[in-house]
């Protein structure tokens, strides 16, 4: 197998985007990727989405955005694991690229969410659960969360306000990023003021949809001088997975997927915790967060709460989370957020965000995209490469 | 939901069939091809008896389209004697009135109207056991 790097990023914002169309969202990110990364052509795409079929009538997003990228014959499929298809799709690529079989893939993620009313969204988000024993029991994918975030409270003994420091952090880092949804800070008042969409799940829990799309170029290490690009060593990109129903899980609490495919990306990376200089977790809702610094192996069972107040998720804390705004600040455009969370955690490497959000010298980046209340799991983990 | 695909869940919608495995005796809802336990293929239906206690509960304010008209409303999921979960609308009660671990059996009821021209779906709902008068009082 290749080491693999990643040469070129590109993203939109995230904005309700009126005036664009699906395919010009990914092309804008994908060309914005390949000038990056200073290439012509590409030897295959990946597209992560989920929803295109349902909300903009169009599958086959692959073809479609290979000729309106102007890569006329180039091979191009789209991938779907629900709000983990961005992570699949930088999967996909990372296993053409390490085998040998392409050299420089492109990965764009896109999602167009706002074309509707809320409640027909609402109905499309909720296919990532079981249809037929969950969605057909009118749960919603809010619902879920809520499902987890009152057991959670129950069994450890939480108050609804200790979950604020999630979104607080989350809204606090949107406002230095130009990209992000959200441009203004909250408080704990605020968010215990929010209104409920789902009890215990409050508006200020939940992360907003959103149009985007985000791109990266996948190449192989020993090839990066080729690259105009800063290359960054993608280190482990690695899946776990679980039961789609929350109900068929033993201990609903404890997301096995997300232990599973952080497992590997610590053994591939040859890291533990511990070496992690900041952390873009799925922070679709509060709930999640928690959940996932558990399984994850930063926290102790019912812990997160606790940890996250004591070791600090700020900028300058002992474990930065969602230091672009997560998916609660940024935006949550569905099966875009995995190379939103890749696109940001390079910046970082890099050096390149707004100073008032850039982690000093950070070494290991690690990034988790969660399909549905954790049935895929992607996590990866990056650091900078001494060209 | 089109009417094959309702038809074929008549089973666990109106009588909670999940399935036995014959080789490890481990018990799936809803119904499993092959044990998650120990893999074996060889299985028996199995009719769960429909009583159960809260393991943990929400109330649905923005619903999907077609619960929209009966929004808001409780689901759980819920355990049932047998140590399997599932998840339903809860029915009976209110939001006040729920709590983790209390008692629950299953009802039939109509989940949804399909359109203004579809069919009414029926299927299971959980409520607080009926003895005539509320225990919690
Ligand atoms: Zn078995």
């Known amino acids: ?387 | 939901m089109d009417i094959p695909r309702y038809w074929r869940l008549k089973d666990q919608r109106y009588k909670l069939q999940g399935t036995r495995c014959n080789d490890c005796g481990h018990l799936s809802f809803p119904p499993r091809l092959v044990c998650p336990e120990c893999k074996s293929r060889n299985y028996s239906d199995y009719r769960f008896k429909g009583r159960g206690t809260l393991y943990s509960y929400t109330i649905i304010y923005q619903a999907p389209d077609r619960f929209d008209d009966q929004a808001p409303y409780l689901v759980g999921l819920i355990d049932l004697e047998e140590g399997v979960r599932v998840t339903a609308q809860l029915t009976d009660m209110t939001l006040d009135e729920a709590s983790i671990g209390m008692p629950l059996e299953m009802v039939i009821r109509q989940i949804c109207e399909d359109g203004a021209r579809g069919p009414v779906l029926y299927g299971f709902k959980f409520r607080p056991p009926f003895t005539g008068q509320r225990d919690s009082a």
């Open chain 1, 1 to 387: 197998m290749r080491k693999v790097a990643i040469v070129g990023i590109g993203q939109t914002p995230v904005r309700e985007h009126w005036q664009s169309n699906l395919r010009d969202l990914a092309v804008s990110a994908l060309r914005d990727a390949m000038d990056d990364a200073g290439v012509e052509t590409l030897d295959g795409v990946t597209v992560g989405n989920m929803l295109s079929g349902a909300l903009s009538d169009q599958e086959h997003l692959g073809s479609l955005i290979v000729d309106y990228a102007g890569l006329d014959g180039v091979e191009g499929m789209k991938i779907e694991a629900a709000c983990g298809s961005g992570g699949a799709a930088v999967r996909m690529a990372v296993k053409a690229v390490a085998s040998g079989l392409m050299d420089t893939v492109g990965v764009v993620a896109v999602e167009k969410l706002t074309e509707y009313s809320g409640n027909h969204s609402t109905a499309a988000l909720a296919t990532a659960a079981d249809a037929d024993y969950e969605t057909n029991m009118g749960l919603s994918f809010v619902g879920i969360n809520a499902l987890l975030m009152r057991r959670y409270m129950h069994e450890y003994g939480y108050e609804k306000r200790d979950f604020a420091v999630f979104p607080v952090n989350a809204h606090a880092n949107a406002v230095h990023n130009p990209h992000a949804m959200f441009h203004f800070q909250i408080d704990e008042k605020t968010y215990s003021a929010s209104k409920p969409v789902a009890d215990p799940v409050s508006l200020l829990d939940a992360s907003p949809i959103a149009d985007g799309a985000a791109a990266v170029i996948v190449v192989a290490e020993e090839d990066v001088e080729k690259y105009k690009g800063m290359p960054i060593s993608i280190l482990a990109c690695e899946v776990g997975t679980d039961t789609l129903a929350l109900d068929n899980r033993k201990n609903p609490l404890w997301l096995r997927g997300v232990e599973r495919s952080v497992k590997k990306a610590y053994h591939v990376a040859g890291v533990t915790p511990k070496d992690i200089s900041l952390f873009e977790a799925h922070d679709a809702f509060s709930i999640m967060t928690a959940l996932s610094l558990e399984a994850s192996g930063f926290a102790e069972a019912g812990e997160a709460l606790r940890f996250a107040e004591k070791t600090g998720v700020g900028i300058n804390g002992g474990l930065p989370l969602s230091t672009m705004g997560g998916l609660k600040g940024r935006g949550h455009p569905v099966g875009a957020t995995g190379v939103y969370q890749v696109v940001e955690a390079i910046t970082q490497l890099r050096g390149e965000a707004p100073s008032p959000i850039q982690i000093p010298r950070p070494r290991y980046a690690m990034t988790q995209n969660v399909g549905g209340s954790g049935a895929t799991v992607i996590t990866s983990i990056l650091t900078c490469l001494n060209k």
